[in-house]
């Protein structure tokens, strides 16, 4: 299981302060995801999706499983080859506002 975090006003400030151009990290990210061969997205609630891809690999299918927060301030990917595990560990997510 690999888990990523990742600020998004850092990256989204960084990047437009780069290229005087503005982005939403979320929304780029997943719309990456979408482009994989055989990907397959459902969100599960308003913060939570999880993205599925199968590959054939040596005659057998291999399936990859990310889980994705992504508020506001937050991004984090929960990834890995369980999906009720990954799907579990991403839904039990919850951020403190300090």
Known sequence: MTISIFDKNYIENTFETNTCDEIDFGKSVLEHFLGM???EISKTSENISICTVNQRIGGSIDTDVAGIYNDDEHFIIVEGGDSEFIQNITNSI????S
């Open 37 to 39: 061969k055989n990907a």
């Open 94 to 97: 919850k951020i403190k506002n």
